[in-house]
Nanobody, 124 residues
Framework: QVQLVESGGGLVQPGGSLTLSCAAS????????MGWYRQGSGAERELVAS???????NYSDSVKGRFTITRDNAENTVYLQMNTLRPEDTALYYC??????????????????WGQGTQVTVSS
């Protein structure tokens, strides 16, 4: 099992910055991809950014140039630096661990895990 603990959300004014962190713990071999999703009020959950174990990144068009995702493989932690925040960035942000390799019945299998979410509110 993998536990994901997020931190760093809060209230920020438009144009401000926040950094989200997500630490993975538990019994796993590796996590291929870690990322951040968000869900605004009345909206579907959407991908914000993801990063592979090798460092390849992917961003949604709405955050390109403003958000940066990084990862510390030694600490199993992923970060999301969010700059030039806009009111439309307001959402519950979820950490995701995809293709986390865990041992089940003596076999390594990939599983997907989610954090509990951290609220980001951009408002003056």
């Amino acid at each position: 099992q993998v536990q994901l603990v997020e931190s760093g959300g809060g209230l920020v004014q438009p144009g401000g910055s926040l950094t989200l962190s997500c630490a993975a713990s538990g019994r796993f071999f590796s996590i291929e991809r870690m990322g951040w999703y968000r869900q605004g009020s009345g909206a579907e959950r959407e991908l914000v950014a993801s990063i592979t174990h090798g460092g390849a990144t992917n961003y949604s068009d709405s955050v390109k140039g403003r958000f940066t995702i990084t990862r510390d493989n030694a600490e199993n932690t992923v970060y999301l630096q969010m700059n030039t925040l806009r009111p439309e960035d307001t959402a519950l942000y979820y950490c995701n661990a995809d293709q986390a390799w865990i041992l089940e019945a003596s076999t390594w299998v990939p599983r997907t895990y989610w954090g509990q979410g951290t609220q980001v509110t951009v408002s003056s």
